[in-house]
């Protein structure tokens, strides 16, 4: 069993198939959560297109369905789906069965609460479940009974509730990138039925992600960027495997900033309501720049889409977004869409007379980097504490919300530890191409130290 604890993550489990996480290990895994949940209620249980998806998912079915938990499989949906027929089937909870952005050869389980949102602190608790196994199993005759809803009807659902909400005011041009994922099923329809002129590329569920990576990025979406402008598109979406990331292309074919996507429909929103909106803290410091002058107040949390709901929760926020390019709108469920903010996005489109690349220019981008810091685990959080310490004694502004995040009036730095791999993340951030560079020095100056120092610590 303890070679199984790596698997459990912050706020999911997640490993290679067959190798880390087996058909076994999911049966056990249903055991953990069925366990955790007493035995009893409701429990909607989805996947990704993965190849091992629906194996997993039949496994983990079976030991939840051993501790009395009444198990309703809806199939291959993508997960903002799933958390939508979750929260609006009244569910006591939700499984999702999906490796998100990594690639093919790994899966993992997602959690949910009634809302649709993740689990964040009782991920530890099924974890120690799981590690004792100390599972509490039912009788035969009192099995949970295991029930199927057809996938067809839960997205019919979800999309005749977006279809509803939204309102394009002018046909559109849209190119979609559905990455062989999940998203293949939703998104192309609705934007039709729309009215949008609709282009998709990668559109087959596949779970070996033929088309290009699961994880959309500048990197990955070629094909997209250039489709886009071959055929006129007002702009472009590329989703990851399991559909809750989008990464946006304007007219011109260029990847948009996930802060702008986010920033533009936070003034669309801030026009209707003052408020918070929530960035994680990695987003640029043109978060607070644009979202403060238009009379938006920018709360910090950490990385993570689970910490960002509880954030939301906490804070009554109006809007959402993480650098992972996870985008929520509170105002029509807790959890993230990226489906609902195309559509969205859509809407101001429609209605301004300025394409998404005249939008996207007038905000201003700064030079970024983001580096990776090889440190034992055995000892990397150790390493950051005694970073934040040395910070401290030299006086720094320091945000501690997630690991070590350095404050300057003309940029930032940020270093923390990977919750996964033996390693720090340094992201920095500045205004001048000068002053980003000395920002590095100061962190990588810090890490070497602090690291030479925990090393010889007895």
């Known amino acids: 069993?303890?070679?199984?604890?790596?698997?459990?993550?912050?706020?999911?489990?997640?490993?290679?198939?067959?190798?880390?996480?087996?058909?076994?290990?999911?049966?056990?895994?249903?055991?953990?959560?069925?366990?955790?949940l007493e035995g009893s209620g409701k429990v909607l249980v989805a996947r990704d297109p993965r190849t091992s998806s629906e194996i997993i998912e039949r496994a983990f079915i079976s030991g939840l369905a051993s501790t009395g938990c009444e198990c309703f499989s809806t199939g291959l949906v993508p997960i903002p789906t799933a958390n939508f027929k979750t929260w609006r089937g009244k569910f006591d909870a939700g499984a999702y069965i999906t490796a998100s952005h990594n690639p093919p050869e790994y899966n993992g389980v997602r959690f949910r609460h009634p809302d649709g949102s993740g689990y964040t602190t009782q991920n530890n608790e099924i974890k120690e479940i799981f590690m004792n196994g100390d599972f509490k199993?039912?009788?035969?005759?009192?099995?949970?009974?295991?029930?199927h809803i057809n996938s067809k009807e839960t997205i019919r659902e979800y999309s005749d509730f977006l279809k509803v909400k939204t309102n394009i005011s002018r046909e559109l041009n849209i190119m979609l990138d559905t990455g062989n994922g999940a998203s293949c099923f939703t998104a192309p329809q609705i934007f039709s039925d729309l009215g949008c002129n609709v282009i998709v590329i990668n559109q087959r569920a596949d779970g070996t992600f033929p088309g290009r990576p699961s994880e959309p990025s500048d990197k990955t979406l070629g094909e997209l960027k250039s489709r886009v402008v071959k055929e006129g598109s007002d702009f472009g979406a590329g989703f990851d495997g399991d559909g809750d990331r989008v990464i946006f292309v304007d007219d011109k074919g260029r990847a948009v900033q996930t802060e702008k996507i986010g920033i533009i429909i936070s003034r669309e929103i801030l026009k209707q309501q003052k408020g918070n909106i929530i960035a994680n803290v990695e987003c640029s410091m043109i978060v607070e720049r644009e979202i403060e002058r238009l009379g938006g107040t920018v709360k910090r949390v950490r990385v993570g889409?689970?910490?960002v709901c509880e954030a939301i929760k906490e804070h009554g926020a109006l809007f959402a977004m993480e650098t992972s390019a996870h985008y929520f709108m509170p105002e029509y469920y807790i959890f993230d869409d990226p489906v609902l903010v195309s559509l969205k996005l859509a809407e101001i489109l429609s209605r301004e007379e300025r394409p998404l690349s005249e939008l996207a220019d007038e905000i201003p981008s700064y030079p970024r980097m983001a580096?990776?810091?090889?440190?034992?685990?055995k000892i990397k959080f150790k390493v950051v504490d005694r970073?934040?310490?040395?910070?401290?004694?030299?006086?720094?502004?320091?945000?501690?919300?997630?690991?070590?995040?350095?404050?300057?009036?003309?940029?930032?730095?940020l270093i923390r530890p990977s919750n996964t791999t033996p390693l720090l993340r340094v992201t920095v951030e500045a205004e001048t191409r000068e002053r980003l560079n000395r920002l590095f020095d100061i962190v990588r100056n810090g890490f070497e130290d602090a690291l030479k120092t925990t090393k010889a610590a007895p």
């Open 1 to 36: 069993m303890e070679q199984m604890e790596h698997i459990f993550r912050a706020y999911d489990i997640r490993g290679i198939f067959n190798r880390e996480l087996t058909a076994e290990t999911a049966t056990r895994i249903g055991l953990a959560f069925g366990t955790f």
């Open 387 to 413: 970073i934040i310490d040395d910070f401290k004694s030299n006086g720094y502004n320091l945000d501690l919300t997630d690991g070590a995040r350095l404050v300057f009036d003309d940029g930032w730095a």
């Open 305 to 307: 889409d689970v910490f």
């Open 371 to 377: 580096e990776k810091f090889d440190c034992p685990d």
């Open 137 to 147: 199993l039912r009788n035969w005759d009192r099995l949970g009974e295991i029930h």
